[in-house]
């Protein structure tokens, strides 16, 4: 298989099941940037030593397959049987996970600047990169039919994602940077 093919030299992409679209359409906008997501946590996974942060990284990252597989289909496309769909299952398996990372931290009294370890910052990234893909999918279904699961997903995840960077902190016995509003210390 060769990694080029040509197609999408005139501005448009195909969907899984064969529709045309403009690169530019919301829905590529949205799995686009569950794919940046996703390159963001192997930069994470490249940069730590840290066993089960890479585990669950792993977990992620396969999971934002199925999340931009999820948003490529078209609910009415002939090959939408073959995707599988993100669900409220994988909704409560966020939410264990940030129970159990958040179990690693100091309650949260204030908002924090990102930073500490570079995996942790760049989590932080990941996180807003994470939201945005949220915006996108909520955009998205003002236009189209969406599965509401994904939308949900990207907002736990990024939830997720702010933990873990936390925890990353926390794992380095690295305190957090608290915001200061403007004129008060």
């Not at 359409?25 to 940069?47: M, W």
């Not at 049987?81 to 204030?110: F, G, H, Q, W, Y």
């Not at 910052?121 to 807003?128: H, K, N, Y």
Request: proline share 3%.
């Amino acid at each position: 298989m060769k990694i080029y093919t040509r197609t999408g030299d005139q501005g448009e992409t195909g969907l899984y099941g064969a529709d045309r679209v403009s690169k530019s359409h919301p829905r590529v906008e949205a799995y686009g940037t569950v794919d940046e997501v996703n390159s963001l946590l192997g930069l994470v996974r490249a940069q730590s030593q840290d066993a089960a942060l890479d585990q669950d990284l792993a977990y992620l990252q396969n999971a934002l397959f199925d999340v931009g597989a999820d948003l490529a289909t078209r609910s009415d496309s002939p090959y939408a049987k073959n995707v599988s769909r993100m669900d409220a299952e994988d909704v409560s398996t966020l939410e264990a996970m940030i129970d159990r990372l958040e179990a690693e931290c100091e309650p949260l009294r204030n908002f924090i600047h990102p930073g500490g370890t570079v995996a942790s910052a760049t989590l932080q990234v990941a996180r807003s990169v994470a939201r945005r893909a949220e915006r996108e999918v909520v955009a998205l279904q003002q236009l189209e039919e969406v599965n509401p699961q994904v939308r949900m997903y990207l907002n736990r995840l990024s939830d997720l994602l702010f933990v873990m960077a936390r925890a990353v902190n926390a794992r380095a016995g690295l305190s957090e940077t608290q915001w200061h509003v403007k004129g008060r210390k």
